[in-house]
């Protein structure tokens, strides 16, 4: 079995900041990626960074230079630096990793179980 655990949410006034944390455990062979989607009410869930072994990082136009994306490979864990929050980035945080388990060939997506972020105006 494969667990993402995420961690960091709560609650924040507009311009602050919040650090994100998901850890990866169990049976994991490889990591190739590890990002954070969000999930508004009464909207799609979307990408707001991925982190591939490449060091290739993407982010949401809407995101870009607030938020930072890193990853402790050691640790399997991803990171999210959130600073300059607005109203908007309200939201629940998935994280969201592709892995090879020890028991597989193919490489599978995960998800965690995501961490409320509100951001208050």
């Known amino acids: 079995q494969v667990q993402l655990v995420e961690s960091g949410g709560g609650l924040v006034q507009a311009g602050g900041s919040l650090r994100l944390s998901c850890a990866a455990s169990?049976?994991?062979?490889?990591?190739?990626?590890m990002g954070w989607y969000r999930q508004a009410p009464g909207k799609q869930r979307e990408l707001v960074a991925m982190s591939t072994n490449g060091a290739t990082t993407n982010y949401a136009d809407s995101v870009k230079g607030r938020f930072t994306i890193s990853r402790d490979n050691a640790k399997n864990t991803v990171y999210l630096q959130m600073d300059t929050l607005k109203p908007e980035d309200t939201a629940k945080y998935y994280c969201n990793a592709k892995i090879q388990p020890t028991y597989a060939i193919q490489q599978y997506y995960y998800w965690g179980q995501g961490t409320q972020v509100t951001v208050s105006s």
């Open positions: 169990g049976s994991i062979r490889s990591i190739n990626a």
